[in-house]
DNA sequence: CGCGCGATTGAGTAATTTCAAATCTAGTGG
DNA sequence: CCACTAGATTTGAAATTACTCAATCGCGCG
C-alpha cells in the first residue's frame, strides 16, 4: 500500500495505538516520495531536524572524507528508520548525508513532533526507548565484528545479516559499509 | 565519597528525584567492590542481568576472539555505565567480557529492578532514552572514525576525545580499542 | 640483583590500497 | 537488431600499511 497504514500497522507491532495517538500522529507526519539520487539530508547542513521512517526503496546514510571519498553509514529498507544520527540527536549541524539509492516512499517527522508524541503518550517513549536498545545491539554488535573480523569475513557476515541488501545496494555502497575498497570486495567475491 | 550519594548526585544532573524513587533505589541498588583483574562479566555465561555503574576505577568490556586475541568494546570511568550491552539488552547470553583494569567501586542493577523503577518513575525512563540517545551517537561517530580515519588519526582522536584514559589504560588496552596491534600504536605513538 | 610484565624495535610477510586499464551491463538511438 | 555510451565492476601490478614473530629494552618490586 505504502501509506500511512503501513506506518501503524508497523507501529501496533510493539504497542497498541489510541484512537487519540492516531490523529495525532496523522497530522504530524508527511508523506514523501524521493526520486534515486535525491538527497534528504545534506552534511553540513545547519541542522537535522528530521527523522524518515521508510515504507518503500532504498537509502544510506554516508560521510563524505577530506579525500572524497564515501563512507556508509547505514542503509534503511521498508520498516528501517533513517536520518543522520549524531546530528539529530546531538543537535548540531549534519555530519552526515542521506541519500536514496532507489525511489522511495518515506514518512517524514519531526524531532519537536515525536517529542509531543511522548508526552501525551508516554507508551509511545517506551517503544521508541526499546528500538533504541536495540539499535544499540546492532551498532556494538558492528563494531565488535569491525574488531575481530577480516574483511571477507565481515562481508560474510553482512550478507547473512542483511542478504535483502546484495541485490539492492551497489557494490561500492556494501564495500564502502564494510570499511573497505571496492576493488577488495569484488576479489572477495570472485573467490568465495 | 565513593557511595551511592554519588549515584544520586549523577542522577540529580538530569532529573529530580523523589524521596520515594530514593528509597527504590537505595533498595535495589548494591555496591560492589573488585580488583584489578576480576571478571564482572564473563563471555558465554548463561545470561547478562546486571549493568553496572562506576563509582571509582576503571573497567573495560571486550571480546576474545578465535584466536585468543582480545578486542576492547569499551572503558569505563566514573560515573559511566558498563555492562556487556549485547547480551543485556537482547536477553542473550554474554558475548563480551568485563573486567577490572584498575580497583574498582561500583554500583549492581538488575535490569528487572530497573524495569520497576521506569515503571514507578517515568521520569527515569526518560533519562534513560536520552542517556541512550547520546551513546548512540558516541556509537555512530565511532563508526565513522573507524570508516574515513587511519590508525594514527583514530589515535589522535582518542585521546582527544578521552584523554583521562591514556594514563590509566595499558598501551595493548588502547590499542585493541583502535582495532590496531600493540605494536603498531607504540611505531604511532613514536613518530608524533 | 634478578624476575616479570609491558613497551619498543627490527625484519620479513601478509593484506589491502592505489592507479590504470580492461571488461561487463543496461539503456538509447539509429 | 545492432552499435554506442556511461556507469559499474573486474583485473593486474606496484606501493603502502599494518601484522607477525622474535629479540631487546625499561621499570617496578620482592
Redesign the pocket.
Known sequence: MNNMEDFFNYLSNGLSVSDEARDLISSIAKIKRFQKGDLLIEQGQENVLQTYFVLNGVLRSFVIDKNDKEHTVQFAIKNWWISDYIGYYSNSEAMLNVDCIKDCIVIKLNRASIQEVFTRFPEFETFHRKNLERTFVRLNKRIVNHLQL???DRYLNFITEYPEMESVA???HIASYL?????????I??NT
Chains 1, 2 share one sequence.
Open positions: 577480516s574483511a571477507r551497489m557494490n561500492y570499511g573497505i575498497t571496492q576493488q577488495s570486495l569484488s576479489r567475491r570472485s
